[in-house]
């Protein structure tokens, strides 16, 4: 359950990150996969300039440390749920235990001293069925939890992109 919340999370920033990266499908003609490769194509585009920041100041550090991060995760997971898109996947998950176990990973994949100890990404989110589409729309409620929250543009394009990263890893189509 604690995966299927890290793949939501993911799939919100990568929706997120198309108008964050000047790629939002206002033309009715842009497909799901249109969009995606936009995404990847931006995120390749931007590599060196996030290296550079990360290597200045790990992401960990520039989203707060872990308190921040949790409570970003809590907003994401709170967004999920009333996301009519993504909702059916938190059908019976403790979300505070869900907020918690993302907030674990996202802690340990973005130079936090934290370790991440749950299931690997394929695992926890396999049955989900997840579609390309539902990580665009989870991607979404990632990029509206960190600008509810403040975070700048280099930080969410920087989440939006490693999120992008992991799309294998949860879409199975």
């Given amino acids: 359950m604690k995966s299927q919340i890290i793949v939501l999370l993911l799939a919100t920033l990568a929706v997120a990150a198309i108008p964050v990266l000047g790629l939002a499908g206002n033309d009715e003609a842009d497909t799901v996969d249109q969009r995606m490769a936009g995404l990847i194509k931006s995120c390749e585009a931007s590599a060196d300039a996030r290296d550079a920041r990360h290597e200045a100041e790990v ?11 949790l409570e970003l995760t809590t907003e994401i997971v709170r967004l999920h749920g009333v ?86 890893q ?3 189509e």
């Fill in 170 to 172: 949860v879409v199975f």
């Fill in 59 to 69: 992401l960990y550090k520039r989203l707060g440390g872990y308190d921040k991060i």
């Fill in 83 to 168: 996301n009519e898109s993504i909702k059916r996947t938190l059908h019976g998950v403790d979300e505070a235990m869900l907020a918690k176990h993302v907030a674990d990973f996202v802690a340990a994949g973005t130079g936090g001293v934290v370790s991440y100890t749950g299931r690997g990404m394929p695992d926890s989110h396999r049955h989900l069925n997840l579609t390309t589409a539902d990580f665009l729309a989870a991607g979404g409620d990632v990029m509206t939890a960190m600008k509810n929250l403040g975070y700048g543009q280099d930080e969410i394009d920087e989440v939006i992109c490693i999120l992008v990263s992991l799309k294998d």
